[in-house]
C-alpha cells in the first residue's frame, strides 16, 4: 500500500470523480484507475461503485477513507517536522474561521505569513465555530478563530482569547429606529429577525439574551452568511444582531448600540496534541507566544 494510493482514494471521494481526481493530482486518469484498482485487489475489497452517471464510496470505502487521510496527514506532518529540523518551514497551514471574525486582520496575517513562508500551502475553510473546533480537534483544521457566547469556551482544544465584543442592532436606514442612536432588546424584541441557524454559537448568545429577559422574538430568516444577514436587513424584511467590531463593514445598513445586548468572545484555537510547524510559525505572525493555549 502506498501514499499515492492513498492520495488518488482520497481525491476520488472529495470530488466524486475519477477524471476530476486525476486533474487534482496532475497525472492522467488511466494511471490513477490503475493504481486505484491495484489497491482494491490488495484489500480484497473494492472502495467505489462506479456508475456512468457518478462515482461513491463502498461501506469499505468509508471506512478506509478516514485511516487514509491520517496516514497521508502523518507523512505530510512528518516531512514538516523534518525541514523544521533544519530551518525551513513548508507543509500545509490550514486556518478556519467564523464569516465575522474581527479581533484580527486576518487577511493582513495570512499574506505576511505568505511571504515569509512561500513554502506553506494555505487552506482556508470559512464555518460555524462548533464544526471549526471539532475540525481542530480532528485535525483538520490547524488553527481556527471563533466567536463563542460568554457563556461557552471551547474544550479539548488549546485556546486563546483574542478580544470581547457586544453584538449592536442592524436596521435599515429607512428603518423607524434608524435614527435612535440606543435600544434594548424590549424594543427589539417586537421586529421580525434574520439570524444564523438555531443551535449554532453565533444564534445562541442572542437567544439567550431574550431568553434571560423574558422575551420571545420572531427569528423568520435563518441564513448561514453574515454578509447575506445584511442583504436582508437592507431592504428592510428584518433587523439583525451582529458583533460590533465587525459591524462597519457592513453597506446599506444602520447600527444601534443596544443597552442590554449580549456579548460574544473571540478565540483562536489549536490542537492540545502539538502544533505544527506552519501552526507555530502563523500564530508567531499574529504575535501570540509559544507558551499559550491552556
Given at each position: 500500500?502506498?501514499?499515492?494510493?492513498?492520495?488518488?482514494v482520497v481525491a476520488v471521494?472529495?470530488?466524486?470523480?475519477?477524471?476530476?481526481?486525476?486533474?487534482?493530482?496532475?497525472?492522467?486518469?488511466?494511471?490513477?484507475?490503475?493504481?486505484?484498482?491495484?489497491?482494491?485487489?490488495?484489500?480484497?475489497?473494492?472502495?467505489?461503485?462506479?456508475?456512468?452517471?457518478?462515482?461513491?464510496?463502498?461501506?469499505?470505502?468509508?471506512?478506509?477513507?478516514?485511516?487514509?487521510?491520517?496516514?497521508?496527514?502523518?507523512?505530510?506532518?512528518?516531512?514538516?517536522?523534518?525541514?523544521?529540523?533544519?530551518?525551513?518551514?513548508?507543509?500545509?497551514?490550514?486556518?478556519?474561521?467564523?464569516?465575522?471574525?474581527?479581533?484580527?486582520?486576518?487577511?493582513?496575517?495570512?499574506?505576511?505569513?505568505?511571504?515569509?513562508?512561500?513554502?506553506?500551502?494555505?487552506?482556508?475553510?470559512?464555518?460555524?465555530?462548533?464544526?471549526l473546533i471539532e475540525q481542530?480537534?480532528?485535525?483538520?483544521?490547524?488553527?481556527?478563530?471563533?466567536?463563542?457566547?460568554?457563556?461557552?469556551?471551547?474544550?479539548?482544544?488549546?485556546?486563546?482569547?483574542?478580544?470581547?465584543?457586544?453584538?449592536?442592532?442592524?436596521?435599515?436606514?429607512?428603518?423607524?429606529?434608524?435614527?435612535?442612536?440606543?435600544?434594548?432588546?424590549?424594543?427589539?424584541?417586537?421586529?421580525?429577525?434574520?439570524?444564523?441557524?438555531?443551535?449554532?454559537?453565533?444564534?445562541?448568545?442572542?437567544?439567550?439574551?431574550?431568553?434571560?429577559?423574558?422575551?420571545?422574538?420572531?427569528?423568520?430568516?435563518?441564513v448561514t452568511s453574515a454578509?447575506?444577514?445584511?442583504?436582508?436587513?437592507?431592504?428592510?424584511?428584518?433587523?439583525?444582531?451582529?458583533?460590533?467590531?465587525?459591524?462597519?463593514?457592513?453597506?446599506?445598513?444602520?447600527?444601534?448600540?443596544?443597552?442590554?445586548?449580549?456579548?460574544?468572545?473571540?478565540?483562536?484555537?489549536?490542537?492540545?496534541?502539538?502544533?505544527?510547524?506552519?501552526?507555530?510559525?502563523?500564530?508567531?505572525?499574529?504575535?501570540?507566544?509559544?507558551?499559550?493555549?491552556?
Open positions: 500500500m502506498e501514499l499515492q494510493q492513498m492520495r488518488y471521494a472529495e470530488t466524486n470523480s475519477f477524471t476530476r481526481a486525476a486533474e487534482r493530482c496532475l497525472v492522467v486518469q488511466s494511471a490513477l484507475s490503475h493504481q486505484i484498482a491495484r489497491l482494491e485487489r490488495e484489500l480484497g475489497a473494492r472502495l467505489f461503485e462506479r456508475t456512468s452517471r457518478r462515482v461513491r464510496l463502498t461501506p469499505a470505502g468509508a471506512a478506509f477513507l478516514p485511516a487514509a487521510r491520517q496516514c497521508l496527514d502523518a507523512a505530510e506532518r512528518a516531512a514538516a517536522e523534518v525541514a523544521a529540523a533544519i530551518g525551513e518551514i513548508r507543509g500545509r497551514l490550514a486556518v478556519g474561521l467564523i464569516p465575522t471574525v474581527a479581533a484580527v486582520d486576518l487577511p493582513g496575517a495570512l499574506r505576511d505569513f505568505r511571504r515569509q513562508y512561500p513554502q506553506v500551502r494555505i487552506d482556508l475553510r470559512v464555518g460555524a465555530s462548533d464544526d481542530v480537534r480532528d485535525g483538520a483544521v490547524d488553527v481556527a478563530f471563533l466567536g463563542l457566547p460568554t457563556t461557552a469556551r471551547p474544550q479539548s482544544v488549546a485556546v486563546h482569547e483574542l478580544a470581547r465584543d457586544r453584538l449592536v442592532a442592524v436596521v435599515a436606514p429607512d428603518h423607524p429606529l434608524a435614527a435612535e442612536t440606543l435600544v434594548d432588546l424590549h424594543r427589539l424584541s417586537s421586529e421580525v429577525f434574520v439570524d444564523l441557524p438555531a443551535g449554532t454559537a453565533g444564534r445562541i448568545q442572542s437567544d439567550q439574551a431574550f431568553a434571560a429577559a423574558g422575551l420571545d422574538r420572531d427569528v423568520a430568516f435563518e454578509d447575506y444577514i445584511a442583504r436582508l436587513v437592507g431592504p428592510g424584511l428584518a433587523v439583525a444582531m451582529l458583533p460590533a467590531a465587525y459591524a462597519p463593514q457592513l453597506t446599506g445598513v444602520v447600527t444601534i448600540e443596544v443597552t442590554d445586548a449580549p456579548a460574544r468572545v473571540e478565540y483562536v484555537i489549536w490542537s492540545r496534541a502539538g502544533r505544527t510547524p506552519a501552526a507555530t510559525a502563523f500564530l508567531a505572525v499574529l504575535g501570540i507566544p509559544a507558551h499559550t493555549g491552556d
